[in-house]
């Protein structure tokens, strides 16, 4: 059967009496949507090593923090306690090696009891902490006497024109400021 199209009167007549579906709900925000799952997830396997690295400083004190750095926390596939991971500046892995059950005492106040058995120390760069820069004695600025430079120019006098020669004479200059009476 050919069914035929409705006319404009009949359309409009149609359509005054039957209205579109209604507008759907917009969805939830996603931040409502997955508060119920974080929250799940961060009871389950806590806050891990950024949750240390925001308070390290308090877990560890002025000294340690300013020397180490919470990598990761690690757990083993089996259960049981997890591994944390610190990295450490240079030479003060002794120095923390020594301290290892204190700061497993102290990690383990801040995540609960038995969170953490093991420590695992990585020497390394501090990549969350700013170096002190190191101390340098002030180099002397001022233009060589004509006697130095003289027999710079004269110790040079053998080299080809060039960048290297220039080099070398800067360096000179810097060596002959530097040296003492």
Known sequence: MIRTLPTPAEAARILAEHRTRPVRRPPPLAGRALASTLKALDAKYGQG?????????EIVGKTLARRTEPVRVSSPRGGGGASLEIRVDGPAATIIQHQAADILARVNLF???????RLRIVQGPLRGVPRPPSPRKPRAR?????????ALAESLADMPDGPLKNALTRLGREVLRGERP
Do not use: H, M
């Open 142 to 150: 001022g233009p060589l006497d004509a006697a130095k430079e003289q």
């Open 49 to 57: 090593a950024e949750g240390l690295k925001a308070r390290w400083t």
């Open 111 to 117: 995540l609960g009891p038995s969170a953490v058995e």
